[in-house]
């Protein structure tokens, strides 16, 4: 995965779609995207990669159970998730995630907001 310090931008763009290996082909041939990392869920699924498209970070997952396809969604990256989950929640959000590390080294929580746009807020894992 790419390293948090040199390679995401303050938001990033997330696709949660219903065939992530099929988006994962379709954007290596139509722009020439360049895989960063994948982690799969146990039944081989996308559970989240990265690829580089140009100078552009997409992070992108496979549809299924609590995540259903969507809209958008984006990562956002901040100096601390708890405190902006809260602010995020305060201003009217739902959550979809509470704060908490993640295996692949972020820690993230994720809310939805009035228009269903998912916000991933994250910063480097805590330990």
């Known amino acids: 995965m790419a390293d ?4 995401y931008a303050t938001v990033t ?5 219903g065939d992530a290996d099929r988006e994962l082909v379709f954007l290596k041939k139509a722009f020439d995207a360049v895989e960063l990392g994948c982690h799969r869920n146990d039944d081989g699924t996308v559970m989240h990669a990265e690829i580089r498209i140009g100078d552009t970070l997409v992070m992108l997952g496979q549809a299924g159970g609590q995540f259903a396809a969507r809209p958008a969604a984006f990562y956002l990256w901040v100096p601390d998730v708890d405190a902006t ?3 995020a929640l305060a ?3 739902t959550s ?3 704060p ?7 820690r993230n929580a ?3 907001d009035a228009n269903g746009l998912t916000w991933w807020i994250a910063a480097p894992a805590t330990t």
């Open 4 to 7: 948090p310090e040199t390679q």
């Open 13 to 17: 763009p997330y696709l949660v779609v």
């Open 85 to 87: 989950y809260a602010r």
């Open 91 to 93: 201003a009217g959000a």
């Open 96 to 98: 979809e995630s509470e």
């Open 100 to 106: 908490a590390n993640k295996p692949y080294g972020h």
């Open 110 to 112: 994720g809310v939805n």
